[in-house]
């Protein structure tokens, strides 16, 4: 580790779909990549923020099986094996035990996928959202998928309820953006070089839907939703750089693939 935190993004695997699906009342095909954040602290190790698609993700047949039948197709998803994160973090040169954090945005199926691959990390996240995608309502059972987490019910986690500093240092925070979901969380990096970014996972899908507080269907509140565009907006007020997980253009202008912020 250098003596200065960096983060890059990698690409979980990709889906393409109508726009309609990531932002209400848009059309036309889009396809969005599924980002997860490796980030180097220099005290305190390596942290993953998000995990992306699980590995099955990249094989039709296995697909089937994990996901449920057709569901691969119906995501539009191109993933390949390489992209799921125990393999990004492979090509970057790390071990999976190199892991020490791992901060979940929330658990829809594209940012727990990857949970297995780290038993002995430490899981940062917010107790109501841990909670939650253990008992989904009914019409958010589709984005949670049980088999991405059934198996981490001795893990070892950190619950939160809102905001915290996580390693009390100011490097890094945590930000509750409930909204898309209901214990949904948003990291706050203090670059040296680069300055504050938020990574607002999925906040917002688009910077276009942020920019005309557009929603999505899958958003488990509309008004929870909206308070946090506000939120965000106070940041953006503030100078400080915000991202999404599944903009295009946001995955382009950051660092990626080992290419790093700092
Ligand atoms: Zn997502």
């Not at 209400?24 to 923020?49: K, N, Q, V």
Request: overall charge negative; some cysteine; aromatic content about 12%.
């Amino acid at each position: 580790m250098g003596n200065t935190l960096r983060v890059t993004v990698v690409n979980c695997g990709s889906m393409t779909f109508d726009r309609s699906v990531v932002m209400t009342g848009a059309s036309g095909d889009i396809t969005i990549p599924t980002a997860a954040y490796i980030i180097e602290h220099p005290r305190h190790g390596l942290i993953l923020f998000d995990t992306g698609l699980n590995y099955h993700g990249a094989d039709p047949e296995e697909a089937d099986v994990y996901w449920g039948r057709g569901l691969r197709d119906a995501l539009g998803c191109s993933m390949e094996r390489d992209q799921a994160i125990d393999r990004q973090l492979d090509k970057l040169g790390y071990q999976l035990a190199d892991v020490r954090v791992v901060v979940l945005s929330h658990m829809h199926f594209d940012h727990a996928g990857g949970m297995c691959h780290f038993p002995n990390a430490t899981f940062v996240i917010q107790k109501k959202e841990l909670q939650y995608a253990w008992w989904p309502d009914e019409f958010s059972k589709g984005v949670y998928f049980y088999n991405d987490y059934r198996e981490t019910r001795n893990y070892r986690f950190v619950q939160l309820n809102g905001d915290v500093d996580l390693f009390h240092d100011g490097t890094v925070r945590l930000i509750a953006t409930p909204g898309h979901s209901p214990g949904h969380q948003s990291m706050l990096l203090q670059l040296k070089n680069r300055g504050p970014l938020l990574l607002g996972a999925d906040a917002a899908h688009l910077q276009d839907a942020y920019r005309t507080f557009s929603c999505m269907p899958f958003d488990w509140s509309i008004e929870s939703a909206t308070e946090t565009y506000h939120r965000i907006r106070q940041l953006s007020l503030a100078q400080v750089e915000v991202v999404f997980s599944h903009d295009p253009d946001d995955y382009d202008r950051l660092p990626h693939d080992g290419e790093w912020a700092d």
